[in-house]
């Protein structure tokens, strides 16, 4: 039970939720925007959040599309992981979302909810940063690169959400390779997930649950295509260019993440290899 009382709103429109925050705001009450509400409802009943108003962006249409138009594939921020994986629009989204949590929680977790979740895994952002995805910000009729408002986490300003992304129809079927290692189940926080693909002969590549945010790194990109080193060289050296520190908790010591990573990344470039 959620030891609190709110006010729970559910607007039919971008303007009429952002219209709803804002209100709140002026009465000087603490308004959250509510997707697929798991987290919200976990962290409500621990204590570690609390809300005045809360904000359903479930009635709102461009936050439940999931459609090709001409040139891109649109996603609503509402629309669940399973919906996502089921409908086989986008593989490489559809297998790296799908060792989210378990089944059933997966037909309530968002997309726009794990990519703005509090827990530092957000697994779901690694194959639209590979993708060069788009996202449509409330309050903003131009899509804007997802790059410009992530930076470790998505940054918007506290009257904004994540209404949809898109992704360029051209990245859908890219070969690709997605791989999750946990440290005892299948379902389970990761100790390392990789994600990546093939696009004009050079690997992309994104990671989450190694450092204490989900990235990706030209960096790395740029030593994993190098092809004048070996394959263990060129992994061996990417590690070196981690943007932070391997995380070291109770799920995984910062060694054994190494360890585990390594293997992830090696299994990833030959598979990747292989389809040149």
């Not at 100790?191 to 004009?200: R, S």
């Not at 995380?247 to 290899?273: C, G, I, P, Q, W």
Request: hydrophobic share 40%.
């Amino acid at each position: 039970m959620i030891p609190f009382n709110f006010e729970y709103y559910k607007p039919f429109s971008i303007t009429g939720a952002v219209e709803a925050f804002q209100t709140a705001r002026d009465l000087g009450k603490t308004a959250v925007f509510y997707s697929g509400g798991t987290e919200f409802i976990t962290f409500a009943r621990t204590h570690k959040l609390h809300a005045d108003v809360v904000i359903d962006l479930k009635g709102i249409p461009e936050c439940n599309v999931l459609e090709l138009d001409e040139n891109d594939l649109m996603i609503g921020a509402s629309v669940s992981l399973n919906k996502i994986s089921e409908s086989g629009l986008f593989p490489l989204l559809g297998e790296t979302v799908k060792r989210i949590a378990d089944h059933t929680s997966r037909n309530k977790i968002t997309l726009g909810g794990n990519l703005n979740s509090r827990l530092m895994y957000r697994e779901g952002i690694l194959p639209l940063l590979l993708a060069d995805a788009k996202v449509k910000i409330a309050g903003n009729d131009t899509p804007v690169a997802l790059d410009q408002v992530f930076h470790q986490e998505i940054t918007l300003e506290p009257n904004a959400f994540l209404a949809q992304i898109t992704v360029d129809q051209t990245y859908l079927k890219l070969p690709f390779s997605t791989m999750k290692r946990t440290r005892f189940s299948k379902v389970g926080y990761p100790v390392a997930t990789v994600a990546a693909l093939m696009k004009d002969e050079e690997i992309r590549i994104a990671f989450s649950g190694v450092c204490d945010f989900p990235f990706r790194s030209p960096a790395i990109e740029a030593l994993i295509n190098d092809t004048s080193l070996s394959t263990e060289e060129r992994i061996e050296e990417a590690i070196t260019h981690l943007p932070a520190p391997l995380v070291h908790d109770m799920h995984a010591s910062a060694e054994y993440r190494r360890f585990v990573l390594k293997n992830l990344m090696t299994e990833t470039l030959h598979a990747l290899e292989a389809t040149k």
